[in-house]
């Protein structure tokens, strides 16, 4: 049953962009779109997750996932029961609430086409600083639904199988720095530090993840000695990390596009190497 505790943490607001998206059936996602997806299956104390469309019968789910042996969400129709009685007395306005599922929390998430995702993960963990993930990973679902669902229902049978998940995808931080950095050297090359700067500052999302890590009055990002350790230059970017880089960099190029078409083709011509231009735009799992 689901609890009286109840947390919105709608807008009043219409909701972002990404709810209006129509879903997709497609079948295959970039290296860069399965590392969004990765990267939410394996935050911290998710356990489960589940799609949902709010015309269907409450008995007809569409797709539910779990894996963990104390939340047998994939065999019971409670959750799916409280799920979509939460769905049902959500606000119009609200496109996300969260709320409690026995010792778990589920954040539901409402799309404009009808349907609903809930990600459920172990009570103490917040799901405020995950925004930009959670977002991204919104986009990918709506645009390639089949795709999505076939890499969570991997994901799904090796914790089952194994009781741990695939390896996480790691990379160098300085040489994934030293990348960004280029991508910056060039933008402000074209646009002058002082646009540069401004485009990083407005960009940079602002996640517990990247704190530390500063941008300076050249352009360049640097981690910061008061709050990281020196050390952590030669060490890899966590899962998190990464993909908050990601959303960083995709943000970014958006901004500098606005004022030279096709940014990131122009950076791939003026000073990205391959292997940069990888690491930044199409990283591979």
């Known amino acids: ?17 990404e709810q209006t998206v129509a879903i997709s ?3 295959t996602l970039t290296s860069a779109d399965e590392n969004i997806v990765h990267a939410v299956l394996t935050l911290p104390g998710i356990v489960g997750l589940a ?4 015309t269907i019968p409450l008995q007809s789910p569409l797709q ?3 894996w963990d042996a104390g939340l047998e969400i994939r065999r019971s129709g409670v959750f799916v029961a409280s799920v979509t009685q939460v769905l049902r007395s959500m606000p119009t306005e609200f496109y996300q609430l969260e709320f409690g599922f026995g010792s778990y929390r589920a954040l539901l998430r409402r799309f404009g086409t009808g349907d609903a995702m809930a990600l459920v993960r172990q009570a103490g963990k917040d799901w405020m600083d ?4 959670l977002a991204a990973f919104c986009r990918v679902a709506m645009e390639s639904r089949s795709a999505v669902l076939l890499m969570i229902e991997a994901h799904q049978q090796r914790i089952l199988e ?3 998940a695939d390896d996480v995808p790691r990379v160098d931080r300085s040489v994934f720095l030293a990348a960004f950095n280029r991508l910056s050297e ?4 074209y646009l002058g530090a002082t646009i540069a700067v401004r485009h990083l500052s ?5 996640v517990d993840c990247l704190t530390g890590v500063t941008i300076d009055r050249s352009g360049r990002i640097v981690m910061n000695p008061s709050t990281l350790d020196p050390a952590l230059d030669s060490l890899m970017l966590t899962p998190d990390q990464r993909l908050a880089f990601l959303v960083w960099i995709e943000e970014f190029v958006k901004q500098c596009s606005k004022i030279i078409r096709n940014f990131d083709v122009l950076a791939q011509k003026e000073g990205l190497t391959e292997e940069e231009y990888k690491l930044l735009f199409d990283p591979a799992p």
């Open 25 to 27: 059936s497609l079948t």
């Open 202 to 206: 407005r960009s940079q999302p602002m």
């Open 1 to 17: 049953m689901v609890n009286n505790e109840v947390k919105l943490n709608g807008a009043t607001e219409q909701a972002p962009t």
């Open 162 to 164: 194994t009781g741990v």
């Open 51 to 54: 799609f949902l469309d709010q």
């Open 186 to 189: 060039i933008a402000g090359r």
């Open 64 to 66: 539910v996932y779990g």
């Open 130 to 133: 995950e925004e930009p993930q």
